[in-house]
């Protein structure tokens, strides 16, 4: 019997930039997943009160956010960042030719170009899956927010694509579908990134196909197939495709093939300057203003 490696492998991120890359001009054809988390994500933003100067986009691919981010923020810069190039000049194409306050930077999500707190708003669709060190990421992120600004993303859970995970787990034992964090895991994470005001919930969104192949292009056309350190290296054989097939079938309901996305939605505060209380009678001994208060340095 074949031993399987349960630890989480990590993402290729030299193939997630390849994958992307490829994947740029067509990416708008197919991202309906996409689309409609982006426009539930950008409804969790709608009734929070915030004037934030700066914000970024990030992992803002073709530019789907873009538009909104900026008519909504009309006096902040906007910045979309992706790891891809190819997928920024689709963003860039769609931006106004004039007036715009879109800028674009080709970077990735866990080493950030931008200086200590000068992000107001951070916001990410569906990008976050593709991060190996997520308390890092978070803890980057928390550096270059402003206190008081936002973190707002959405993300994938470990449910996602769970009927290929276990049509493949029934061929062998490697890894075929990317892994995704648990929600709880998630919030604890941007606790102990420094977060504060976390609120992280989830929901299941189901995709339907004709057959498994047409579930396969999509992955492969939206650049989100298997991209893990521990996936299969080659071409899986005719035999273990056609066994992973019969194994999916049994998912079939009412002429279609489900496939499972598990969306995490997330927020969280970059905390503000604690107050803390200082007896007047200290203040007065060191020659300072009586202040019952202030801030914590």
């Known amino acids: 019997m074949k031993s399987v490696d349960t630890s989480t492998p990590l993402v290729d ?7 992307f890359e490829r994947s ?10 996409q689309r409609t988390v982006a426009e539930r994500l950008l409804d969790h933003l709608a009734p929070v009160r915030l004037q934030p100067r700066v914000v970024v986009d990030l992992g803002a691919g073709t530019g789907m956010c873009l538009r909104q981010l900026e008519g909504h923020y009309r006096n902040a810069q906007v910045i979309a960042l992706d790891l891809a190039e190819a997928m920024l000049k689709q963003a860039r194409r769609k931006a106004p030719r004039f007036f715009s306050r879109q800028r674009f930077v080709c970077a990735d999500a866990e080493c950030l170009p931008f200086g200590n707190g000068s992000i107001h708003l951070l916001f990410s669709n569906l990008t976050l899956q593709w991060c190996n060190h997520l308390e890092h990421t978070y803890r980057e992120f928390a550096r270059v927010m402003v ?3 936002l973190l707002m993303f959405s993300t994938f859970g470990p449910d996602t694509l769970k009927e290929l995970r276990a049509s493949f787990a029934e061929v062998d034992g490697h ?12 919030g604890d994470a941007l606790m102990a990134s420094g977060f504060c005001d976390v609120v992280v ?6 995709m339907t196909y004709s057959d498994v192949m047409s579930l396969m292009s999509d992955l492969k056309s939206l650049g989100a197939h298997n ?3 521990r996936r299969q290296r080659g071409l899986t054989g005719k035999q273990r495709m056609r066994a992973m097939t019969r194994a999916y079938e049994t998912y079939r309901e ?6 499972t996305y598990e969306v995490i939605y997330a927020h969280a505060w970059k905390p503000l300057p604690r107050l803390v209380s200082i007896p007047v009678t200290a203040l007065q001994a060191g020659g300072g203003r009586c202040d019952n208060e202030v801030l914590e340095p």
């Open 175 to 186: 890894s075929h579908v990317n892994s995704f964090q648990d929600l709880h895991d998630i």
């Open 201 to 206: 919930d989830a929901e299941r969104i189901t």
């Open 254 to 259: 009412q002429g279609v093939l489900p496939a």
């Open 147 to 149: 206190p008081g600004g």
């Open 227 to 229: 991209v893990t350190s």
């Open 24 to 33: 740029a001009e067509n990416y708008d054809q197919v991202a309906v997943l």
């Open 13 to 19: 991120k030299r193939m997630v930039r390849a994958a």
